[in-house]
């Protein structure tokens, strides 16, 4: 790139809005893309973003890339460019031009090397479990009500995947027994167990599943909290293994709770975004739905049809959809008809790039369960203590700026009712929330 592109070492670094130039190839030599971002301030988004692609040689050597680089940092009144040392991976995006959480078949150099230090990664070695708890002790601590995730526990799980998997496989058997009365203990592992095994893509699991979404009423909010409707489309994808009529199924089942059903729809969606479905094959499925498969009464599971419509950019089922619409089949308040006739992303994205976005496969369940109602109250309660720098005590002219209001956690359905009554939320005052 011309001399221009780098970043003055005399200048100040904090100077905005920044230019960053990514570099991104089949090999540590040589580049085929080129991204820019401009950052408006520190810690912000980007505000723009563009790339550029060379089918032959390299993209640093390209007179009209660096041309039309420097043109576009022009135009954003860039200030500062700071410009990557190295190629930082594949130029090809995960789940745009190859399945979400596989390896890119085009560029098998990275499968096998880290894309910042550059270095051969470090192979696992299966049989060094040193420095890992026992499995006996990933239990406990999976059962147990945490003030944060429990990560050295999830950890441990990874490398002891093999001798704790049947382990996790019972701890639902055991949830599904009673799920209306499972303990705090019973309910917490059920629900560990639950994304790990969907992290590795255990194809055991998919029958406990099933039968934890299909419970009737309530009852796989009974063992799994909020579980279902955070994760139950994600979880249920990730061991079914491919398309299974049990989902079906479950979708027409009258006699299933209506959010679990959706749940079912939406991971059909999702394999479609991971690849492992064809979309077509889902819209056919949809059509199927509104035509004669669903009951003709206002449930959710009209709403989930409805947003599939939008996150698959269906538009040829929009007509179809219209009159369900119009019955009060489907609830306004959940997705407007201007979300479903326009099908507009709010992101650069298409509506369908940004829903497989949206809905990776799990990979980190320590950071999938952050949002847990006990990690959430214990984070309030942190900030509320006098960790904060006193900067009086630093310089006269600093100060403690104000603390921003921060929201209370919201109140879980099985956590205790904050009235006092010693039952729990969804038994008392959540009966009507």
Partial sequence: MPDQLMPDSQSDSGRFPLGTVMMYGPTARRATKAVAAVIPAPDAAPVALQRWFVAKGDIRNDVETADELASFFKAHEVRETVLSDRITGCPHEEGVDYPLGRECPECPFWAETDRFTHEPKSPADDNDLSGFIPAEEIIVALSEERGQPPREALRAADARREEITDRLLAALEAGLAAPSEAS????????????????????????????????????????????????????LASVCGGDRPEIRALVENREANEYCR??????????????????????????????????????????????????????????????????????????GWDEIENRVSHTARTPFEDFQHRHPPITDVAKETAWWAMYARKAVKNRGTSNTVDFADQSPSRYDPPKPFIAPPKTGRNDQCPCGSGKKFKKCCGQNA
Avoid at 189 to 211: D, G, S, T
Avoid at 301 to 313: E, G, K, T
């Fill in 184 to 235: 705090g203990e019973v309910s917490q592992l059920f629900c560990h167990a639950l994304y790990l095994l969907a992290k590795w893509r255990e194809p055991r699991a998919f029958p406990f599943v099933l039968r934890w979404l299909a419970l009737p009423d309530e009852g796989a909010f009974d063992i799994g909290g909020d579980v279902p409707t955070a994760a139950g489309s994600r979880i």
């Fill in 262 to 335: 959706g749940q079912a729809l939406d991971s059909l969606a999702i394999l479609a975004a991971w690849d492992e479905l064809p979309r077509e094959t889902v819209i056919a499925y949809l059509r199927e739905l509104i035509s004669d498969k669903l009951e003709r009464e206002p449930t959710y599971v009209w709403c989930a049809v409805a947003n599939v419509i939008v996150d698959l950019d269906a538009g040829e089922l929009v007509p179809l959809i219209r009159q369900p619409y119009e019955d009060g089949l489907v609830d306004p308040f959940s997705i």
